[in-house]
Every structure is written in structure tokens, then in C-alpha cells.
Nanobody, 132 residues
Framework: EVQLVESGGGLVQAGGSLRLSCAAS????????IGWFRQAPGKEREGVSC????????YYLASVKGRFTISSDNAKNTVYLQMNSLKPEDTAVYYC?????????????????????????WGQGTQVTVSS
């Protein structure tokens, strides 16, 4: 059974930090890019960041570059998203996702209707709330 189990969301003040974790099981970790999408109320789901387990290459949404850092512990089949300098506009449900194609995270920016249904696996989502 495929599972993506997320943890680490919560409530934080603007300028604060949170670290999200995504523990993967049931599929070959090294064959996938794993990362995060987020969805704020009334907005489209967007790709935030992903990491390719095979070579460590990464992608970041422009608005989070320099503030968020994604990393992977292949021995634990776990991906982390360290979120620093959080802003109220980062408030959303964050979903861990896995797919062999890392390009889908960037492509989702303007093509979410095509991308979202194509993602192989999703976590249950974790709420991140940043207060001003």
C-alpha cells in the first residue's frame, strides 16, 4: 500500500519557521520526485517545491525561493521542507506528492487542471497557518 504521511504543520507568527516531513512507503523511493503542493482557500493548488530522489535536483516556486529548503533522507524514505521567514500568504493546506516527473511541479503554475489529476500519489494534507 502506497502511503505519504505528512507531519509538521501548525500555527506560527509571521517571520517564524516550520518544518514539514513526508514519510513515503509502498513504492520505489529513488524512482520518484517527491515534494509539496499547497492550496489556499479559493485558490488553485500550486507546486511549491520538489526534489528528485535519484539525483537530488530541486525545484522551488519563485515566491518561496530563499526561504524554503527541501531535502531528502533516502535511508528513511523521508522528504523535509524547512520553511523560514514565513508570511501570511504562505497559509494553505500543504500536500505531499510523489510522481516520476519533477517537471509537473513547475508546470502546475499555469496548468493545474492538467497537472493535479496526473500526480501519482498524494498525502492527506497538513494545515500551515501564518498569522500577521
Amino acid at each position: 500500500e502506497v502511503q505519504l504521511v505528512e507531519s509538521g504543520g501548525g500555527l506560527v507568527q509571521a517571520g517564524g519557521s516550520l518544518r514539514l516531513s513526508c514519510a513515503a512507503s509502498g513504492f520505489t523511493f529513488d524512482d520518484y520526485a517527491i515534494g509539496w503542493f499547497r492550496q489556499a482557500p479559493g485558490k488553485e493548488r500550486e507546486g511549491v517545491s520538489c526534489i528528485s530522489s535519484s539525483d537530488g535536483s530541486t525545484y522551488y516556486l519563485a515566491s518561496v525561493k530563499g526561504r524554503f529548503t527541501i531535502s531528502s533522507d533516502n535511508a528513511k524514505n523521508t522528504v523535509y521542507l524547512q520553511m523560514n521567514s514565513l508570511k501570511p500568504e504562505d497559509t494553505a493546506v500543504y500536500y505531499c506528492a510523489a510522481d516520476p516527473n519533477p517537471g509537473l511541479w513547475q508546470y502546475s503554475s499555469n496548468h493545474y487542471k492538467l497537472v493535479i489529476p496526473r500526480i501519482d500519489y498524494w498525502g492527506q494534507g497538513t494545515q500551515v497557518t501564518v498569522s500577521s
